[in-house]
């Protein structure tokens, strides 16, 4: 099937509002990743809401809109999240997308049966019973969602088992038995081959190119021995390249998104994002000059003749359950040598405390900062990775932070001013989601030690004396009137 | 918060009376000179955006907060 052509666009972050508003002519879509708009009430309950204003901001913009989801994927055996499906539908419908997009990863597991979360995209098991799992929950996705739907080539940093396909022949299968899209992440693809998996261009020729709508591309950096996919920077030159002697050869390309990670933006400048997009535009404008009329499935349709074992020394389910189980540290050994012995487990494992510590400090900035120079890095940093052997790890920043300052609570840590912290803290969130004013006793001048904590330092005099720090509320969260500039600073 | 604030804050605990500090939430979380990188809320308390690298939020903190002689601690 065929997709419209869209052009050029961006991951949505409110971050980049001023790149889109200023460079109009280059952004001709944006691509919304559906869960990082959504909001939970109640750190500790299930409940989400789509954020009204956030919502409202994105529509506002003149271009097309994609859905991009990152919760929700279907490479694994467990299927995706029933709860998701309205919240999704929602904002199909709201922001009238052509296309739907998801990982053909997964990021569910269980251990000592409890099921849980892994807070990373993992590379699903590339045999003949992972290919079934995969197409199965694509299958039911589908049948749930109102839009077409294109699934992600992911990136893995382990080594290949021998028992498993390759990475393009796993995609091949895939979406040829699913019947759905590709979005093909060529950085992932440029990520993979630098770690010493499959190649870009052996990928290529495995895979069904008529089914791609849509390229990503952004830039990484190494870590340790591996290139890792940071979206952090410019678009590496050779991906450029390959993108330019790729799309013409892509008959149904509707749509190229350049990703970037908000955090990175201030380091590599708006100027640099501007040039990338420049540069994607001339090759999305160039591609009709260029199409290659000779587009062959021909290898690929061999590909798919080829048998695939079907006996594998593992399931699926088990394969999930014994990586995951590894890379969230909660447990050194699984029957999977291979396994084991992989470097990348070490990688992927700091890969998620990243971004585990990183969610702690976006949602309880002051206690962290606070037990940071209280208690020093490394004290921190071990009273961290003590959480992460008890608490399995959330999507949302404001769930990962309540679990994380409970676990502080009860480990009754001296520091002064830690309990008014925390409920300062506490109560600034509840307030921003429900509106409502509350009142944050403290034993001492809250102000000059919050200014103190703001700029990241001890607080010189404690002015000691009864204090009451009040909230005062506004538009709770759902409310279209609610002022985001609640957080901007 | 300028110095003279800060003192006229604490004379007033120092009287015995409780000090009530009202402070409008759309401001609560600007005592901060620090980084305006995330301004939304799904940003702070959202899901992260995806990725397969690493989240730098938190290297960032750690390079950010100094001890009392204002040297930064993460060395």
């Known amino acids: 099937m065929s997709v419209p052509e869209l052009g050029i666009g961006l991951t949505y972050h409110p971050v980049l509002d001023r790149v889109i508003e200023e460079h109009p002519g280059l952004i001709q879509v944006l691509e919304i990743e559906p869960q990082t708009h959504w909001v939970k009430p109640d750190p500790l309950s299930h409940v989400c809401l789509v954020d009204k204003l956030a919502l409202k901001t994105i529509q506002s913009y003149p271009c097309h809109k994609l859905m991009h989801s990152?919760?929700?994927?279907?490479?694994?055996?467990?299927?995706?999240?029933?709860?998701?499906?309205?919240?999704?539908?929602?904002?199909?419908?709201?922001?009238?997308?052509?296309?739907?997009?998801?990982?053909?990863?997964?990021?569910?597991?269980?251990?000592?049966?409890?099921?849980?979360?892994?807070?990373?995209?993992?590379?699903?098991?590339?045999?003949?019973?992972?290919?079934?799992?995969?197409?199965?929950?694509?299958?039911?996705?589908?049948?749930?969602?109102?839009?077409?739907l294109a699934v992600e080539t992911g990136v893995n940093y382990l080594r290949r088992l021998p028992t498993q396909i390759s990475d393009g022949k796993f995609l091949a299968h895939v979406t040829e038995e699913a019947?759905?899209?590709?979005?093909?992440?060529?950085?992932?693809?440029?990520?993979?081959?630098?770690?010493?998996?499959?190649?870009?261009?052996?990928?290529?020729?495995?895979?069904p190119l008529d089914r791609v709508w849509e390229l990503h591309v952004a830039g990484g950096k190494m870590r340790g021995n591996y290139y890792i996919d940071s979206h952090s920077g410019k678009v590496p030159e050779q991906l450029?390249?390959?993108?330019?002697?790729?799309?013409?050869?892509?008959?149904?390309?509707?749509?190229?998104?350049?990703?970037?990670?908000?955090?990175?933006?201030?380091?590599?400048g708006i100027e640099s994002v501007r040039k990338d997009l420049q540069h994607l535009n001339r090759i999305w404008d160039n591609r009709h000059k260029k199409r290659s009329a000779n587009y062959q499935r021909s290898k690929h349709e061999n590909i798919l003749q080829d048998k695939i074992g079907t006996i594998s020394a593992i399931?699926?389910?088990?394969?999930?359950?014994?990586?995951?189980?590894?890379?969230?540290?909660?447990?050194?050994?699984?029957?999977?040598?291979?396994?084991?012995?992989?470097?990348?487990?070490?990688?992927?494992?700091?890969?998620?405390?990243?971004?585990?510590?990183?969610?702690?400090?976006?949602?309880?900035?002051?206690?962290?900062?606070?037990?940071?120079?209280?208690?020093?890095?490394?004290?921190?940093?071990?009273?961290?990775?003590?959480?992460?052997?008890?608490?399995?790890?959330?999507p949302f920043a404001?769930?990962?932070?309540?679990?994380?300052?409970?676990?502080?609570?009860?480990?009754?840590?001296?520091?002064?001013?830690?309990?008014?912290?925390?409920?300062?803290?506490?109560?600034?969130?509840?307030?921003?989601?429900?509106g409502k004013d509350r009142i944050v006793p403290f034993s001492f001048d809250p102000l000059s030690f919050m200014k103190a904590l703001g700029d990241g330092r001890v607080p010189q005099?404690?002015?000691?004396?009864?204090?009451?720090?009040?909230?005062?509320?506004?538009?709770?969260?759902?409310?279209p009137i609610f002022h985001h500039q609640a957080v901007i600073h | 918060m300028d110095s003279k604030a800060e003192a006229s804050s604490a004379l007033s605990a120092r009287a015995g009376h409780v000090v009530r500090i009202s402070v409008p939430?759309?401001?609560?979380?600007?005592?901060?000179?620090?980084?305006?990188?995330?301004?939304?809320?799904?940003?702070?308390?959202?899901?992260?955006?995806?990725?397969?690298?690493?989240?730098?939020?938190?290297?960032?903190?750690?390079?950010?907060?100094?001890?009392?002689?204002?040297?930064?601690?993460?060395?």
């Not at chain 1, 390249?241 to 990670?261: C, Q």
């Not at chain 1, 005099?461 to 409310?479: H, R, V």
């Not at chain 2, 600007?30 to 990188?37: A, G, Q, R």
């Not at chain 2, 939304?40 to 690298?53: A, F, H, N, T």
Request: negative net charge; charged residues 25%; hydrophobic residues 40%.
């Open chain 1, 240 to 268: 450029l390249e390959k993108a330019e002697k790729l799309i013409p050869r892509l008959p149904n390309l509707g749509a190229i998104i350049f990703e970037m990670f908000p955090d990175y933006v201030a380091g590599i």
């Open chain 2, 25 to 75: 939430v759309n401001v609560a979380n600007d005592f901060t000179l620090f980084t305006n990188m995330l301004k939304d809320l799904g940003g702070r308390l959202g899901c992260k955006q995806c990725i397969s690298g690493a989240a730098c939020f938190f290297d960032l903190e750690k390079d950010y907060v100094v001890n009392e002689k204002g040297q930064i601690l993460n060395r």
């Open chain 1, 70 to 148: 990152i919760g929700f994927p279907v490479g694994g055996s467990r299927l995706p999240d029933e709860i998701q499906y309205d919240l999704h539908r929602e904002m199909i419908d709201a922001l009238q997308v052509p296309w739907m997009s998801e990982h053909l990863s997964f990021n569910k597991a269980a251990y000592n049966n409890h099921e849980y979360l892994t807070g990373f995209m993992l590379p699903p098991l590339q045999t003949r019973d992972g290919i079934k799992a995969a197409v199965r929950s694509i299958e039911v996705m589908k049948s749930k969602i109102p839009v077409p």
């Open chain 1, 398 to 434: 404001s769930s990962e932070g309540e679990n994380f300052v409970r676990y502080v609570e009860s480990r009754n840590i001296d520091v002064f001013g830690l309990s008014e912290t925390i409920a300062f803290e506490r109560a600034y969130i509840q307030t921003l989601m429900d």
């Open chain 1, 315 to 394: 399931t699926p389910i088990e394969w999930e359950n014994h990586l995951a189980a590894l890379v969230t540290s909660q447990t050194e050994l699984t029957p999977v040598s291979a396994l084991n012995e992989d470097p990348a487990i070490e990688l992927i494992r700091g890969l998620i405390q990243s971004f585990r510590a990183s969610m702690v400090s976006e949602s309880f900035r002051y206690t962290a900062r606070l037990l940071m120079i209280s208690l020093g890095i490394e004290e921190y940093e071990k009273l961290l990775s003590d959480f992460w052997k008890e608490r399995t790890p959330e």
């Open chain 1, 461 to 479: 005099k404690i002015y000691e004396g009864n204090y009451e720090l009040a909230l005062e509320g506004g538009e709770p969260l759902d409310s």
């Open chain 1, 179 to 207: 019947d759905c899209g590709i979005l093909l992440d060529l950085h992932n693809l440029l990520t993979n081959q630098i770690n010493g998996r499959q190649t870009i261009d052996e990928f290529l020729s495995e895979i």
